[in-house]
């Protein structure tokens, strides 16, 4: 994945909680074997109407989100599927970063193992950023990794959690699989060690 | 004497191959399991890196969500879905991954084929990119569903990072009634904790109403864990779960089995475990459960109103989507289609429950019914039993194994508005197909509503 830093974005606000993985990209987007290509397809069954057309209500669709890459989103985002056509939607879409009070835990891994980058803050900051999106259209925060900061248009900056071994990752744009693969000696070793439990396949 | 542990921390301590300070724990995965729809990305992977599958006889691979569930003879219709369930055969052709393809007798849904092969076994560690991997635990492994990359690093590896999650141990008190089965047990724990009340953890049912459930009924409680936000669920192994294995293809055999079973009585939470957390539900006190909403958290006791909105935008926004009232129960509402399936609840035991209320009475005219068996082996066993003669007979269809209406990627779908009382996991918006409304229930309920042609207790039918 590309290494992330530092970056600042406009805020999409999507004050829905609960968002499950079927609605950031539903289940018939899902036949391609590509990861590629998924961005048209984010949020389909709220963005677009019957026709085809744009749904102008919707928040991705209105004129302030444009250019937005920082989706503000409700409590308990991306529950349900595993799916990680999920993330790669919303960076197809230009979507850098999503900002919640919580992430359901498959998703959030998703996003961190390409480079999308989960932001949990805490109902106070999450409040407080509603609010400033709702005051102003053009609301800009800015993120930086290293520090594990977000700073909220107001100036206040908070901190977010992230493990170390995928702020690592991000930063350096490197890759996890990697780190697995210079553990192979080690896997071996647990192999030969453990014929009891393996053998039963 | 050692600390006691529970039944996850054993999984978890004998499978952590190594674990760096500032890193997460490289897990060891006992069985891959594949399918058609979060896989072809994988082994692009492989190929770009020149990776090879490291063990191939730790993974099993079978299509289930994009296939049709009409007759295997024809060719599928869907160009995108053709290709796509190709892909998966020559993905498996190259790097030798066995496959149960369409048509083959182990052909079904990755989640009812694993356990009914044999290939699911206590204190393994199970993964595959599907959520509903969770059901796996029912066997006391810690099974868990992961992303495409992740499927991509077991391929490679057979090892996954992982942080150690927290435990919630979920006692079900009491003996569940008559009438209430696993599905109502599930729906009612996570219409206490909500969808994301378990998030971070994995939860161990345990309770008088859990020992007293079969594995297939195990299977549907572990299966919607996730529906709960739980990492995964799990059920300590005992005598039902060995008599469920014995004998199966991939369990072990001879002297190897009773030394298995010999460690797996072993794995069960000791005496004194922690856990991190404990929900307790009391199952003696429940009733069959619906969901009204659109989440499996959004769910009733079946006498029991929907909720008022009362300025919840989340209970407002579910209850414009399903077009209901809050504050009035679902019992007697219209319905429109009736699905019985999905790796919820498409095993036999599943399909006789339905059978048994369906035998002798039809389906209300203007619905349809689907029932899709779980895998070609249920579908062969429920039709030396008779029961298809009873689904047909009933004006019901009969059709062939896969997701199905569960997931709505085949074909096999709602028009939008149409009410459905599904025996799948998810009433997400638009989850049956666009537009389509659901309500979660289990094979008891569905099958009476089928019957009433709307929402019904099941226990008048018993």
């Given amino acids: 994945m590309e290494s992330v830093t530092q970056f600042s974005g406009k805020v999409v606000p999507l004050a829905v909680a609960d968002v499950d993985t079927d609605q950031i990209i539903p289940a018939r987007f899902l036949k391609t074997i590509e990861k590629l290509g998924l961005g048209k397809n984010l949020f389909h069954d709220w963005r677009y109407l019957a026709d085809g057309g744009p749904n102008p209500d919707f928040i991705v669709n209105r004129p302030r989100a444009k250019g937005g890459t920082i989706l503000l989103a409700g409590d308990n985002f991306g529950c349900g599927s595993s799916r990680e056509h999920a993330p790669w939607a919303l960076m197809g879409h230009g979507f850098k970063a999503v900002i919640s009070t919580s992430f359901a835990d498959i998703f959030r891994n998703n996003c961190l193992k390409n480079g999308l980058l989960p932001i949990v803050v805490d109902e106070a900051a999450h409040g407080e950023l509603f609010a400033a999106a709702e005051a102003d259209e053009d609301c800009r925060v800015s993120v930086d990794l290293a520090r594990r900061t977000l700073r909220l248009p107001s100036g206040r900056e908070v901190e977010f959690p992230i493990d170390e071994f995928s702020r690592k990752c991000m930063l350096e744009g490197g890759d996890q699989l990697s780190y697995i693969q210079q553990q192979m000696g080690a896997v071996e070793a647990y192999e030969r060690a453990a014929p009891n439990v393996l053998n039963t396949l | ?3 006691p542990r529970t039944l996850f921390q054993k999984i978890w301590d004998e499978h952590v191959v190594v674990h760096e300070a500032g890193a997460p724990a490289v897990l060891y995965i006992d069985l891959h399991l594949v399918h058609e729809v979060t896989s072809p990305q994988a082994f692009q992977g492989l190929r770009d ?17 994009s296939i049709p569930t009409t007759d295997r003879a024809l060719p599928i219709l869907d160009p995108i879905a053709a290709k796509q369930v190709e892909q998966l055969r020559i993905n498996c052709r190259e790097f030798g991954v066995p496959l149960a393809d369409m048509g083959m007798e182990d052909q ?21 990119g599907d959520s509903h991997t969770s059901t796996h635990g029912a066997f006391g492994a810690l099974a868990f569903g992961i992303g495409t990359t992740e499927v991509e690093h077991v391929l490679a590896t057979q090892c996954l990072l992982q942080d150690r999650p927290r435990t919630c ?5 009491g003996a569940a009634p008559d009438g209430v089965v696993a599905k109502d047990l599930i729906l009612a724990l996570i219409a206490r904790i909500g969808i994301g009340g378990g998030t971070g953890h994995v939860l161990e049912y345990a309770g008088e109403a859990i020992r007293a459930l079969t594995m297939e009924g195990r299977m549907t409680l572990c299966n919607m864990s996730i529906e709960g936000g739980a990492r995964a669920g799990m059920v300590a192994p005992d005598d039902t779960t060995f008599e469920y294995l014995a004998g199966r293809p991939k369990a072990p055999q001879g002297a190897a089995w009773d030394s298995a079973v010999e460690r797996w009585r072993k794995l069960p939470s000791d005496a004194g475990a922690v856990f991190d957390r404990t929900e307790t539900v009391d ?11 659109t989440n499996p958290g959004m769910g ?17 926004k579910a209850l414009d989507y399903m077009q209901i009232e809050g504050g009035k129960p679902l019992l007697g509402r219209p319905i429109d289609v009736v699905f019985v399936g999905s790796c919820t609840n498409s095993r036999i035991s599943d399909l006789r429950l339905a059978a048994g209320v369906l035998r002798g009475r039809k389906v209300a005219p203007g619905v349809r019914m689907m029932v899709v068996p779980g895998s070609e082996k249920i579908k062969v066993q429920a039709e030396a039993e008779g029961l298809p003669e009873i689904f047909k007979a009933a004006g019901a269809e009969w059709r062939e194994a896969g997701c199905s209406m569960c997931i709505a990627m085949n074909g096999d779908q709602l028009t939008p508005g149409q009410y459905c009382v599904s025996t799948s996991n998810r009433n997400f918006e638009g989850r049956q197909g666009k537009g389509g409304r659901t309500f979660l229930a289990s094979p008891l309920t569905a099958a009476a509503s089928a019957v009433e042609g709307a929402v019904t207790d099941a226990r008048r039918y018993l």
């Fill in chain 2, 300 to 316: 009733v006791g079946v006498t029991q109103p929907a909720p008022e909105p009362n300025g919840n935008p989340g209970i407002r």
């Fill in chain 2, 1 to 3: 004497m050692s600390k």
């Fill in chain 2, 49 to 65: 890196r020149g990776l090879k599958v490291r063990r191939p006889e730790r993974t099993m691979a079978t299509m289930d969500h």
């Fill in chain 2, 108 to 128: 079904g849904i990755v989640h009812v084929i694993g356990p009914e092969l044999g290939l699911t076994q206590p204190g393994f560690t199970v993964v595959c």
């Fill in chain 2, 283 to 293: 199952a003696a006190g429940l009733e069959p459960m619906i969901t009204w909403g």
């Fill in chain 2, 169 to 173: 141990e979920v006692r079900f008190e």
